[in-house]
Nanobody, 119 residues
């Protein structure tokens, strides 16, 4: 059974930091691209950051320079370090595991963790 379990969300003041974690099980973690998405109320889910199995990263423009994605293949866990948080970063953050296998896309999602940036 595949599980992706996010943790680390919460309430933080503007300018503060949070570190999200996503612990996975049931997949060969090292071969998956790992992504963080977010969805704010009334908005579509959007990609925040991703890291390929080879370690290449990409970030959405609004978070470049503030967020850092990393992974620990030994722990089957992906992280999102979020610094200089803004009110507009408030959203539910989802972990996603993604790969293409013989032309078919395989992906899994976590249940999400709430991040609220407010004074």
């Amino acid at each position: 059974q595949v599980q992706l379990v996010e943790s680390g969300g919460g309430l933080v003041q503007p300018g503060g930091s949070l570190r999200l974690s996503c612990a996975t099980s049931g997949i060969t973690f090292s071969i998956y691209t790992m992504n963080w998405y977010r969805q704010a109320p009334g908005k579509q889910r959007e990609l925040v950051a991703g890291m390929t199995s080879g370690g290449r990263t990409n970030y959405a423009d609004p978070v470049k320079g503030r967020f850092t994605i990393s992974r620990d293949n030994a722990k089957n866990t992906v992280y999102l370090q979020m610094n200089s948080l803004k009110a507009e970063d408030t959203a539910v953050y989802y972990c996603n595991a993604d790969r293409v296998n013989w032309g078919s896309r395989v992906e899994y999602w976590g249940q999400g963790t709430q991040v609220t940036v407010s004074s």
